[in-house]
């Protein structure tokens, strides 16, 4: 859970950021305010076309945080998650580790055998190899 809580305060203060940089670079890109009967040109400006896709960007950027903190926010526990709730599924998990462990230990039991077996080939290998040995210098 306490990493849900990270992920959750880690995409608030990506949520944050957004904000903070949308709102500074269209302070930075905005055009200068214009009067009536002093405009003279009409439409639109290069800076006016590129404040609209900054604030685009900044508007998909900011509804995807927002969404990402929803999913976040669901994936919490409830508060219908009572200390029960909670107790059955820790016995759960500690029956489940429990079963585990004991496979685990039959693995390591079976590979001890194998590892004996093979040691005692390898004598008997060695021990037989020495004997030839033995033989061919005794000729």
């Known amino acids: 859970m306490a990493d849900r809580l990270t992920q959750l305060q880690d995409a608030v203060n990506q949520l944050a950021d957004h904000f903070c940089n949308s709102i500074g670079v269209l302070q930075q890109c905005s055009p200068p305010s214009k009067f009536d009967g002093f405009d003279k040109q009409p439409g639109k400006s290069p800076s006016e076309i590129q404040q609209e896709d900054y604030a685009i960007t900044f508007a998909k950027l ?78």
Do not use: F, W, Y
Not at 62 to 89: F, G, N, Y
Not at 102 to 128: F, M, P, T, Y
């Open 62 to 139: 900011i509804a995807r945080t927002a969404k990402d903190i929803d999913t976040l926010i669901d994936s919490l526990p409830s508060e219908e998650s009572s200390h029960k709730v909670q107790l059955e599924s820790l016995r759960r998990l500690e029956a489940e580790n429990q079963e585990e462990a004991r496979k685990l230990e039959e693995v390591v039991s079976h590979g001890e055998e194998l590892l004996d077996r093979i040691q005692e080939a390898l004598r008997e290998i060695a021990q037989c190899q020495l004997r030839c040995q033995a033989m061919e210098t005794d000729t």
